[in-house]
């Protein structure tokens, strides 16, 4: 599948119908790096606010790398930092940039490279290697899944032990070598497209859990498993995807619909989600915050697909729920159950919640969410002053 805005309009395109050559990302050289804190003399910085949380951060720093179109849209990032909310890393480490696959006139949709479980980070690298690295700067290597082709993507998870990792790896089909133009086939004729599922123990090797064939591929294919997170219940999949986008991220968290548990085996259970749900967030008791019909309508609803409250009158993207379940922002401002709502900047594009009233995410001085800047907080308290933290990166996750 792929996406494209205005965002009032959520649509498969058919790439044969748009101009010629890919979509490319920013260069990562024009953008500011995260300090890291230091204690020499004279350079004590500020402490971070007590009652927030830690952001784990990507960035995208050297050459090869690139921030992309927003969070997950063609986007390949080197450096995982965890950081306070006064600007300043805790603690940073580099990585090999992933490859990012050829699908046509069009950039690929791909899940973070960082998730959070046991008061860490978990990081993997565009060789398959997934590393741990801890708030005191001490990294330890986890396992190395099979991945790194240039036509590959890979989707890992940790469990919140941070003592397995599950992973899945999709192999798109061979690039054709002759694709000019928007019209002409992205994928060798014939080609087949592969997802494999991986698991490991921390500290062992990956093992293979189930490899099926997608058979021939097309860029607008949506119907294939990728690994979003996990929760209680176990690995988390959202079965239907979005492959692929011609603009910038929608920053809808799990870039797909339809979610589902794995069992033991690598195989999926039924979807808990409803098949008009788009998935923004999955909170700790495994409600999850929808939206359907142009992201206008959109509600919590519980693992059995109840509606728990509804939030009329919201209209996305950038859904992000409170953790008080009390408040939904999106870009350009928030609104809570009972229909008041606030105004945020519209260069502001929220992408979690360090408390009920703090909200986190970037800006866009073009208001249009596709070129990644500093990383910001805005208040529900005074929702149209932004507190810019100085230094320019995308949210993984609230540590």
Not at 57 to 81: C, I, K, M, N, W
Not at 173 to 188: I, K, L, S, T, Y
Request: glycine letters at 12%; hydrophobic letters at 40%; aromatic letters at 8%.
């Amino acid at each position: 599948m792929v996406t494209m805005k205005p965002w009032a309009v959520f649509l498969v395109l058919v790439l044969a119908a748009c101009g010629p050559g890919p979509v490319t990302g920013h260069p990562a050289q024009s953008q500011t790096s995260l300090p890291t804190a230091s204690t020499s003399p004279g350079t004590t910085p500020a402490p971070s606010s007590p009652h927030l949380g830690l952001l784990v951060v990507l960035e995208a720093r050297r050459a090869g790398s690139t921030f992309g179109g927003g969070p997950d849209a063609y986007d390949a990032h080197d450096v995982v930092a965890i950081a306070g909310t006064d600007g300043y890393a805790k603690a940073k480490q580099t990585f090999k940039a992933r490859s990012l696959p050829f699908v046509g006139n069009a950039g690929v949709i791909m899940q973070p490279e960082a998730r959070v479980a046991a008061g860490a980070a978990f990081y993997i690298d565009g060789s398959g290697a997934v590393r741990r690295l801890n708030v005191d700067g001490s990294m330890a290597q986890v396992t190395s899944i099979p991945f790194g082709q240039p036509q590959q993507e890979v989707s890992f998870a940790v469990s919140p032990d941070g003592k397995r990792v599950i992973a899945s790896v999709l192999t798109l089909p061979a690039r054709n070598p002759n694709a000019q133009m928007g019209g002409d086939p992205p994928f060798v004729a014939g080609s087949h497209a592969f997802v494999e599922l991986f698991a490991a123990e921390a500290g062992g090797p990956a093992r293979s859990l189930v490899r099926t064939d997608l058979g021939t591929f097309s860029n607008t294919s949506s119907q294939f498993l990728r690994v979003v997170g996990w929760d209680g219940g176990g690995p988390l999949v959202t079965l239907q995807q979005s492959l692929a986008t011609q603009q910038g991220s929608l920053g809808t968290w799990f870039e797909g619909m339809q979610l589902a548990h794995l069992d033991a085996s690598g195989h999926p259970g039924p979807a808990f989600t409803p098949a008009d749900c788009m998935p923004w967030q999955e909170l700790d008791d495994a409600s999850v915050l929808c939206s359907s019909g142009d992201f206008r309508n959109v509600s919590l609803i519980d693992i059995g697909g109840k509606t728990i409250t509804a939030f009329p009158g919201v209209s996305g993207p950038f859904l992000t729920l409170s953790p008080d379940k009390a408040w939904v922002a999106y870009h350009g401002g928030a609104q809570n159950r009972s229909g008041s709502h606030v105004t945020f900047p519209d260069r502001f594009f929220p992408e979690g919640w360090l408390d009920s009233t703090t909200i986190i995410g970037y800006q866009d001085p073009s208001g249009i969410g596709a070129t990644v800047g500093n990383m910001a907080l805005v208040r529900l308290g005074d929702p149209g002053h932004i507190d810019d933290l100085g230094f320019t990166g995308v949210l993984a996750a609230i540590l």
